[in-house]
């Protein structure tokens, strides 16, 4: 059926021009958000009334923006998001994992055990494969871009851009390759089955409704120096007590040396006379 009403589209991307794969962005006066495409960041709201409104755009790892956009005047946007001083990256071979505040898992090198969350990055081509165990199975990535999504409620989804996976179901002895350009489900007591990425059946699997994260602004320059005062003020206090505690370590430890230096001394003097 033919679409009416205006759209707006674009792509949501970091600073280095990398494709942000789980970012959402959402029209707030009429409560629309919607997922881009893992694969590319890419996104399409479609069926807007012709007005001037706010987009408010978010992804786990970065700060949230805010952007007015004109559908009546349908350009592609160019979204930029900047990275969270909290957001954590895993070195893997030549690339990296990002490891967003909101992504819960626990980290050992390059095997990571995650409980809920996104994670995504490029790299590996070295000794060690890249290992991510979930309640439903393990992935092992030797190479190549990934995506990987885990959210409560939800089905954990699996996206292989470019290299080759492994997925070790649980109870399953057999492992499930992966290649390039397939995305899988994981989910207990299910062979795991990878099919060709499509990003129609991705949109289906991400319906409109509300922001999965919360939305993280960025601090103004006034409160980052504000903080960053206050950073240096903690330390600052924190150096003083040291060396107060020290002092105070030190002189405990010099008094018995020269309480007994003063009561030799002492005899001494007292022997002579």
Do not use: C
Request: no cysteine; net charge negative.
């Amino acid at each position: 059926m033919p679409l009416s009403g205006a759209s707006l589209s674009g792509a949501v991307h970091q600073a280095g021009g990398e494709p942000i794969p789980f970012a959402f962005v959402s029209l707030d006066k009429f409560a629309i958000t919607q997922a881009v495409q893992p694969d590319s960041g890419r996104f399409a709201l479609v069926g807007l009334p012709p007005e001037a409104r706010t987009l408010l755009v978010s992804a786990p790892g970065f700060y949230s923006q805010a952007y007015v956009v004109d559908s009546a005047n349908p350009q592609p946007l160019d979204l930029t998001l900047v990275i969270r001083h909290e957001t954590r990256s895993l070195p893997w071979g030549s690339g990296q994992v990002l490891l967003p505040p909101e992504t819960r898992l626990i980290e050992d090198g390059l095997h990571l055990t995650l409980e809920q969350g996104w994670l995504w990055g490029h790299g590996g081509g070295g000794d060690e494969p890249l290992r991510i165990s979930l309640e439903a199975g393990e992935i092992e990535i030797g190479s190549g871009r990934f995506a990987l999504e885990h959210v409560p409620g939800q089905a954990v989804w699996f996206y292989l851009f470019e290299g080759q996976a492994k997925l070790q179901a649980k109870g399953d002895s057999q492992p499930v390759v992966v290649s390039g350009g397939q995305m899988v489900v994981l989910a207990e007591d299910f062979r795991p089955v990878p099919v060709p990425y499509d990003p129609v059946v991705v949109a289906a699997l991400h319906p409109e409704g509300k922001f999965p994260i919360a939305l993280t602004w960025q601090p103004s320059l006034s409160a980052q120096i504000r903080d960053r005062l206050a950073q240096i003020g903690i330390s600052t206090a924190q150096f003083m007590t040291f060396i107060t505690y020290l002092m105070a370590f030190l002189t405990l430890l010099a008094l018995p040396v020269l309480v007994v230096n003063w009561l030799l001394k002492n005899r001494q003097e007292k022997k002579y006379d």
